[in-house]
């Protein structure tokens, strides 16, 4: 029997009916309070144009039944149109699917390479994901030219959200049938096919290795912790990059499409419980970084820079968590803002040109309450920043950090009572810094240099003080940003040392890796940026 999809929305004023008429498919848009009768009618007359016969004058018989009786043609479209109805037209019955599960869009990758995981992005409605049915196909042979409607020259190759094309797929195309479900129904299939064959990889990179000692999930009270600064396309694809920052890179690895392979295969391949992003560009989030985390087990959060085109993602593994509360803010605007911050806006306000650089910094602070699938009174609050990037910026990152502390302090210790901190990021701040001392110590001197570190103009002079237990989980790297010009640790993990402790600290790539081609990024490696993985415990 045919199908009469009838989509229905509380919100909407429409209802829409979607079959398909003697060859042709139509698709009504009727009012939800208009008489039954009056959308039959409409059927009716659409199925004199589908068949095209002038002599159908009036149209052909339409009725709709539910349960073995004729519906009233007074009765308003929303009840009337019920799912297992059946609508007869002419000679032809359908049955009635009211909100089947949809599949409305499907998308995989331009770029595969073989050995780098296929994560297709969708879109559906009234469906999970977890209840749908995804089947990879490939080429029976390399370098055919599949015939996808007799399907005789593809052969099954996988029936998970994402594919891992293997060296013997190389030259091979592939594709992807999605078939949406509920749980209790499925929906209408829908195909996707990849541009292009598989390609072959770039050989072994950066972060083989350190996935080594991430094979397993970890299991409470173990969290696994990555922060990592991903490098925003909107960076990468400048002349300036190019030119200057990056010229020692291929330009096609600078290419976002072969950039995005590398990250999801590194990404999860650590399997983290809890994932802490910088530098995710505004489209990348939900075109291609969701669709891949969501297929490895992880649901997330973005939060985009002040007038930026470019932020922060936070992930976490929906196993083990559930979001509780979001509490993110910008940095500058906080400060004026926010009653939290008074006595820090009073101490910087004999200190205009600082004051006023701070400002108008799109610095963002993403802080995330997540709470135990397990035991939901176990709650951590996970905070998330990139600080101003300036070589001769310390006194600004200073008085960042400084409202981000503050933040997570009040998140943390009086919105909840006491829960577990752990702060990811990129600071843009080496362990000589000041905001480092600051961090780990939980004290400045107003004579400290780095309130001088743009010269006597900005200077801004404050002594500052946090209560908070902070130290850095993977200690202090030689290096977790190398370019040409530069290489030294920029990234953290501080967690609350009076309620975590580390576990395990993954080891950083050899130096010989990170300088196999000169620096990075590089094509086996997606960033300029190391992440930073550790496993971490709570006490």
């Known amino acids: 029997m045919d199908r009469a999809v009838v989509r229905v929305m509380p919100s909407e004023p429409k209802l829409s009916i979607s079959l398909n008429l003697f060859g042709s498919h139509r698709q009504l848009q009727r009012d939800q309070t208009e008489p039954l009768g009056k959308a039959l009618a409409r059927i009716s007359a659409s199925a ?6 002038k002599e159908l004058v009036p149209g052909p018989p339409v009725r709709l039944f539910y349960r073995g009786q004729p519906v009233p043609d007074g009765l308003p479209n929303v009840e009337a149109w019920q799912d297992g109805a059946e609508l007869l037209v002419d000679q032809k019955m359908y049955r009635v699917e009211r909100n089947p599960p949809m599949c409305h869009e499907l998308e995989l990758p331009r770029h595969v390479m073989a050995g780098f995981p296929l994560c297709p992005r969708f879109r559906m409605e009234f469906a999970d994901p977890d209840h749908s049915v995804f089947v990879w196909y490939k080429q029976a042979r390399a370098g055919d030219s599949p015939d996808s409607q007799s399907g005789q020259e593809w052969q099954e190759a996988g029936q998970q959200r994402f594919f891992f094309p293997e060296v013997s797929d190389i030259g091979m195309r592939l594709k992807l049938r999605c078939t949406p479900g509920d749980g209790k129904r499925y929906g209408e299939s829908r195909e996707v096919e990849v541009d292009g064959p598989v390609e072959a990889g770039p050989g072994a990179c950066t972060f083989d290795q350190r996935h080594l000692y991430t094979q397993r999930l970890t299991e409470d009270p173990v969290i696994r912790v990555v ?15 190019r030119t200057v920052l990056f010229p020692y890179c291929a330009p096609y690895a600078l290419e976002y499409q072969y950039r995005n392979s590398l990250l999801r295969k590194e990404l999860s391949g650590y399997r983290a419980d809890l994932l802490c992003l910088q530098e995710v560009d505004r489209t990348a989030f939900p075109d291609t970084l969701c ?15 002040d007038k930026q085109h470019e932020g922060l993602a936070t992930f976490y593994r ?26 820090l806006l009073e101490q910087l306000d004999p200190y205009p ?45 200073l008085i960042q950090m400084a409202v981000a502390l503050t933040h997570v302090r009040h998140v943390a210790n009086e919105l909840y009572p006491s829960i577990p901190i752990i702060f990811c990021g990129d600071f843009n701040s080496t362990p000589s810094t ?21 010269g006597e103009e900005e200077r801004c002079n404050m002594a500052l003080n946090h209560p908070l237990k902070l130290k850095s989980a993977c200690g202090e790297p030689a290096y977790t940003n190398y370019v040409g010009g530069f290489h030294g640790c920029l990234d953290y993990i501080f967690i609350d040392s009076d309620r975590l402790e580390v576990e395990q600290v993954i080891p950083m790539p050899s130096h010989e890796e990170i300088t196999s081609h000169q620096a990075l990024p ?5 960033s300029d940026h190391i992440a930073l993985v550790c496993d971490v415990k709570l006490k």
């Not at 004199?48 to 016969?53: D, E, H, L, Y």
């Not at 083990?320 to 939290?340: F, N, Q, V």
């Not at 000041?434 to 743009?454: L, Q």
Request: with cysteine.
């Open 318 to 343: 929906r196993s083990r968590y559930r979001l509780c509360s979001r509490h993110d803010i910008l940095l500058g605007e906080a400060l004026t803002g926010d009653p939290l911050h008074r006595a």
């Open 48 to 53: 004199t144009k589908s068949k095209k016969r």
């Open 434 to 454: 000041g905001m480092y001392s600051y961090v780990k110590d939980g004290t400045i001197a107003e004579d400290h240099p780095d309130w001088m570190s743009n």
């Open 227 to 241: 922060s990592y600064n991903m490098l925003a396309d909107v960076y990468a694809q400048t002349e300036h990059s």
């Open 353 to 397: 040109a600082a004051k006023d650089k701070m400002l108008q910094r799109s610095s963002a602070l993403q802080v995330t309450v997540l709470e135990s699938i397990k035991d939901p009174s176990s709650k951590i609050c996970v905070a998330n920043t990139h600080l101003y990037f300036h070589p001769n910026g310390g006194n600004i990152r």
């Open 291 to 305: 669709p891949a985390m969501e297929a490895f087990g992880l649901d997330g959060l973005f939060r985009l820079k």
């Open 522 to 526: 590089s094509v086996s490696h997606p």
